[in-house]
């Protein structure tokens, strides 16, 4: 039951069940310069900032944890007691801990290309509109339009009916170039504050992209966004469940369209409702080293699911 690791801290954070007196509307969504990626925003807080912030001139590691049972429903009231966290094998103490509702970025792709005709493109478009309604006013998304280009309809902004406005205007046009917009949607939304996320629906059906599968898995290593893949096609490509383990996403085969409104929906309420951990590796870092350590949570309960991203890249 791996867990699910994610971006940095926004500036307006629920104060719900933060532990070890810190109150997450003090903190900033910098990022120490030049040292990780993959998730994973360890910060060196200084000592001139207000008081109640995690520990001064320490490297902390942050991992998102979504927790569902086993109808694929969120979790909550988990307690810092309830997890166990290691890293390359090793028990790291949780030093702070988060539960509740954060700030998000997310990026929804859609694929528009002929593959699409019929009905699939109008029950995307449906899905894309139920996901968006499902968010929380001050959350922020944005729209990319799958084609032989990939397009950004929508910009990031908590404007809603432009994105739907965005969504309403798509038809079907040009061949599915999915890896190349796996890169830039991640491209796209890796700049934007809080907890970041990409939303895909496509058939999974590539053609003519520059990059490669493994080019578009390897942008996902080095980026700190969670990816819930969506596939519309009779079979869903081994990428899709891939992409998702890899960064903390979940992924879905939609075999009754009926269903994926709801299934859209169900990804919202998932982003809602998460954990956040803090440590201190127990190994010192070295800058510079590009070594991957991976990272393992499990929840003391049983009947539930963890997801996470599997680790992060020292740079």
Do not use: C
Request: aromatic share 6%; proline share 4%.
């Amino acid at each position: 039951m791996l867990l699910a690791l994610a971006a940095a801290w926004g500036t307006d954070l629920s104060a719900r069940q933060f532990s070890s007196g810190v109150n997450p509307r003090q903190f900033s969504s910098e990022l120490s310069a030049g040292q990780f990626s993959s998730g994973v925003n360890p910060r060196q807080f200084s000592s001139e900032r207000s008081a109640g912030q995690f520990s001064s001139g320490v490297n902390l590691v942050e991992v998102y944890a979504s927790v569902t049972n086993e109808r694929g429903e969120a979790v909550t009231g988990l307690a810092q007691g309830d997890f166990e966290l290691r890293e390359n094998g090793e028990v790291q103490a949780v030093s702070n801990f988060a539960a509740g509702e954060f700030p998000l970025s997310v990026a929804v792709g859609l694929d528009r290309s002929f593959s699409m005709s019929g009905t699939r493109l109008p029950l995307a478009k449906s899905a894309a509109r139920a996901f968006l309604e499902e968010l929380r006013p001050q959350d922020e998304s944005m729209v990319l339009a799958i084609g032989s280009e990939v397009e950004v309809v929508a910009p990031l902004s908590a404007d809603r009916a432009r994105q739907f406005q965005a969504l309403a205007r798509l038809d079907p046009f040009g061949t599915t170039g999915l890896h190349d917009a796996i890169i830039r949607a991640i491209d796209e939304v890796q700049v934007a504050k809080g907890r970041r996320a990409l939303v895909l629906l496509s058939d999974g059906d590539d053609r003519y992209s520059r990059s490669s599968a493994a080019g578009a898995l390897d942008r996902a290593r080095r980026a700190d966004v969670m990816v819930f893949p969506v596939a519309l096609g009779s079979t869903r490509p081994p990428l899709f469940a891939e992409l998702a383990t890899l960064t903390g996403g979940r992924s879905f085969h939609a075999r009754d369209p009926a269903k994926l409104g709801e299934t859209l929906r169900a990804i919202a309420r998932e982003l809602r409702e998460q954990y956040l951990l803090g440590y201190t590796p127990s190994r010192p870092l070295a800058a510079g080293s590009n070594e991957w350590r991976s990272i393992a949570v499990t929840v003391k309960r049983p009947g539930v699911q963890v997801r996470a991203r599997d680790g992060y890249l020292v740079r």
